[in-house]
């Protein structure tokens, strides 16, 4: 009986590391947000707010447009989704189904990408964009995003295409279905759990990334959400209480996505990491 | 005669749904790279700015050889890798280690390890910067509490240089810790219950089993991490936006600050360019195992 005591309760403590060592963070501008900034210069430091308000948030969405800035996050990060997904999935079917001459080395090339240096590319690309007049347009990040995410979403992809048996493409075919029709009609249903993980991955990359975004976007009202929670601080002072409360308003998204799919994404982080 | 035609149909299929890809990154990845080179060798001569972007040559280079800034930006990189990539690994195999007891409710321990993975970094260097703080951070007022002194964590080089590792650390050795997780668990509950049997210790299970059949999932957490620690640039940047002076400043954002606050092209290419060509390399060192490691496995 001890022994079990003792091991329940070295699993609890386990636990309570792993969750305290992600959480904390959170939950301390959590309670940050919910001070004033005069309880905030007390010393020592409180943990729980003396009196807690709401007024940061309130502060939070007037002194920046915070919305905005999610919107454009928003509809960066998911037509970039859209079209990583499309075209990884059309990759990843020739690149697992159909027998194609060199399929390693296309494989190998398409990883080197995702280990290109974002801030190599950032250069040109910054350029580029200028060139045909895309810079503060939705596009100079879409197509960006898009390439990035495509060598992990691809690799999802490929290995949840490689699980589908040929069988049941061949009688799609059979009954009057074209290949492609086939991948349309009987793979990807299939293997909607691995275009949805490949989504999720894609649509969370491109919500967090920060390089690009802060290069060709210049226009306040263009930023994306996190470029835009730096604009919160002053030139010399971090009001801390509102830039937790514009981080918190920032990170709910993000948290109930991963929440709710939080299987799905560590699936997928793992698929995409230990099988490439 | 029927296969051989099916073969170049499938062929050609296949070539087809390639191609979407390949546009994109021919658009995306390859032709801004060859400008990049290409402008790497063209700068604006100071004395006559109006004369545009003139062909130099390997100037860029030489100049940037001798550019201190370069120099040391380039030191506080590796410095940045040497210390973070290791450290990650160990907080990263602790945590896996720690998440793969058996809990009756997984969603905690789970949460617990992608929250620090979806949390952008420039989040991560704000908060952290927040706790950092001199005054009010939490860090200090634990100090104070235990009895030390209050230190100026982020005026301070050296201790900047700190605050940066422990940020980055916290940040990466989650996602390490989930790659690892999932090695942690193909492997066969026999071998330790074998192990056991024979009397073997705790640490020597860990030793003799876990770290050897770990041995791919750490190599590829290893690689991804040094390949992203490369590229460090989003937590100094909110943290200490570089200083105390260039004391924390990476080769990422001297790259950064000398296309887009300076404006100098030329130069910033020449520096991306070199950039590349030592990820090129990390990356090559990949490519080379995994190909080693997928001929192992038959496949």
Not at chain 1, 153 to 182: H, K, N, W, Y
Not at chain 1, 244 to 271: D, N, W, Y
Request: with cysteine; aromatic share 12%.
């Amino acid at each position: 009986m001890p022994f079990n005591l003792s091991r329940r309760a070295t699993v609890w403590f386990a636990g309570l590391i792993v969750a305290a060592n992600g959480f904390f963070p959170a939950v301390w501008i959590l309670l940050t947000s919910l001070k004033t900034e005069t309880e905030l210069i007390r010393s020592p430091i409180t943990f729980l707010p003396d009196a807690p308000t709401l007024e940061n948030y309130v502060i939070a969405f007037t002194a920046q447009p915070i919305l905005r800035f999610m919107w454009n996050s928003f509809v960066v990060a998911s037509l970039s989704t859209i079209l990583c997904v499309f075209v990884s999935a059309l990759a990843a079917y020739a690149l697992t189904r159909l027998r194609i001459p060199r399929r390693n080395l296309i494989m190998s090339l398409l990883l080197a990408v995702a280990m290109f240096p974002l801030i190599s590319l950032m250069v040109p690309l910054f350029k580029v964009m200028r060139e045909l007049g895309l810079l503060n347009t939705y596009l100079a990040l879409i197509l960006p995003y898009a390439v990035l995410s495509m060598p992990v979403c691809t690799l999802v992809m490929a290995s949840f295409f490689q699980d589908i048996p040929p069988d049941l493409e061949a009688a799609a075919m059979v009954d009057g279905c074209s290949r492609v029709g086939a991948l349309w009609k009987v793979v990807v249903p299939l293997s909607a759990p691995g275009v949805f993980t490949a989504a999720i991955l894609a649509f969370v990359n491109a919500w967090d990334e920060f390089l690009l975004a802060l290069t060709m976007m210049n226009r306040v009202n263009m930023r994306t959400l996190s470029v835009g929670i730096t604009l919160y601080q002053g030139e010399f002072a971090f009001p801390w209480p509102l830039i937790s409360a514009a981080l918190i308003i920032a990170i709910v998204p993000i948290c109930i996505l991963i929440a709710v799919f939080q299987e799905r994404v560590v699936g997928g982080l793992t698929s995409g990491g230990v099988k490439g | 005669m029927a296969p051989a035609g099916r073969d170049l149909s499938e062929r050609s299929l296949g070539f087809l749904l390639l191609a979407p890809a390949a546009v994109l990154l021919a658009l995306i990845v390859v032709y801004p790279i060859g400008t990049l080179f290409w402008t790497s060798l063209h700068g604006v001569d100071n004395a006559n700015p109006a004369a545009g972007e003139q062909w130099v040559g390997l100037k860029n280079y030489f100049t940037a050889f001798q550019d201190d800034r370069f120099w040391s930006s380039t030191l506080h990189t590796i410095a940045y890798i040497v210390v973070t990539v290791p450290l990650s690994l160990v907080v990263g195999l602790g945590l896996a280690m720690l998440a793969n007891f058996p809990f009756r409710v997984q969603w905690p321990v789970r949460l617990g390890l992608l929250l620090p993975w979806a949390l952008p970094l420039v989040f991560a260097g704000l908060i952290f910067r927040w706790f950092f703080e001199y005054r009010t951070g939490v860090v200090n007022d634990s100090l104070m509490r235990l009895g030390f002194e209050p230190l100026q964590w982020l005026s301070d080089p050296t201790l900047a240089f700190i605050a940066i590792c422990i940020t980055i650390v916290w940040k990466s050795s989650s996602f390490m810790a989930l790659m690892l997780l999932a090695g942690l668990q193909t492997i066969p509950r026999s071998l330790y219950e074998a192990a056991e049997v024979d009397g073997a210790s705790k640490w020597q299970q860990f030793v003799e089993i876990t770290l050897p059949m770990l041995r791919p999932a750490i190599f590829v957490a290893l690689i991804f991490r040094t390949i992203t620690a490369i590229q460090t640039f989003d937590i100094p940047f909110a943290m200490t936006g570089g200083g105390p002076g260039d004391s924390t400043e990476t080769l990422a954002m001297y790259i950064h600050k000398t296309t887009l606050d300076f404006l100098d092209f030329g130069y910033g290419s020449a520096l991306a360019a070199l950039m590349f060509v030592l990820s090129m390399a990390a990356t090559s060192g990949y490519l080379k195992y995994t190909r080693r490691s997928s001929g192992r496995s038959g496949d």
